[in-house]
């Protein structure tokens, strides 16, 4: 039973600490990425692995740091250094990142800062 | 600047009837085109894709149509049912983006009996 998961669902997290997000696909896809959704705006890409070992920033990456050690595991960490950190975090993975290809989502992970 | 755009943040239809959700981008060089569906509180699940080189997909009741001179593509879904109440995400694919994918910022679908 292949799919995405990412936990946990729920994260409530105190100002000024670092929270790690999990992600883990046994899809054997080789590209990961990590998306951040906000009320009434589209899905926005924090930051992109298409091979272990090696990621890059999306369109938001400040305040956010990631680990591709693992093909199956792609890790988040929100650290004090996100100036807005609650959202509903996405973490997506597609069998071949550069070329056209359809991405997989989890269920998502909604971190509330308290 | 928004690659890819959906002006309308939401959509009411009656069921059986069609719902008609638009998107247009700005980037001629996007290859490929997909259309998810979210509920809330839930990942995106993934709908219908058009490659670039063609301009109609069709699955079962979700059609997608590509007019690549005016940069638009148009999701159509017909009969429309209650379970299609949604947010629906076009996203584009830019190759020369390192493979990325670019969302529009949604259009809330109600499909009221």
């Known amino acids: 039973d292949g799919g995405i998961t990412q936990s946990p669902k729920y994260l409530f997290r105190k100002e000024g600490q670092n929270v790690t997000l999990s992600c883990e696909q046994n899809?054997?896809?080789?590209?990961m990425y990590w998306y951040r959704q906000d009320p009434g705006q589209g899905l926005r890409l924090i930051y992109y692995s298409q091979i272990v070992n090696d990621f890059q920033k999306g369109d938001i990456a400040e305040g956010y740091s990631v680990s591709r050690e693992k093909k199956e595991s792609f890790p988040l960490t929100v650290t004090s250094a996100q100036k807005n950190p609650t959202a509903f975090y996405l973490c997506?993975?597609?069998?071949?990142?550069?070329?056209?290809?359809?991405?997989?989502f989890g269920p998502g992970t909604r971190l509330t800062v308290l | 600047d928004q690659q890819v755009k959906q002006n309308s943040p939401s959509l009411s239809v009656q069921e059986g009837r069609i719902s008609i959700l638009n998107c247009d981008y700005t980037?001629?060089?996007?290859?490929?085109f997909l259309w998810y569906k979210k509920y809330p509180a839930e990942g995106p699940t993934f709908l219908i894709s058009i490659s670039s080189i063609k301009d109609k997909n069709e699955d079962g009741r979700f059609t997608v149509f590509l007019n690549k001179s005016a940069k638009h593509l148009s999701l159509h879904i017909v009969p429309s049912q209650p379970g299609d109440s949604a947010v629906y995400f076009c996203?584009?694919?830019?190759?020369?983006?390192?493979?990325?994918?670019?969302f529009g910022q949604g259009t809330e679908l109600s499909v009221k009996p």
């Open positions: 980037n001629s060089m996007f290859d490929y």
């Open positions: 996203a584009a694919h830019d190759y020369n983006q390192g493979g990325k994918l670019i």
């Open positions: 997506a993975s597609s069998q071949a990142g550069r070329r056209a290809d359809t991405q997989y």
């Open positions: 899809l054997n896809h080789d590209a």
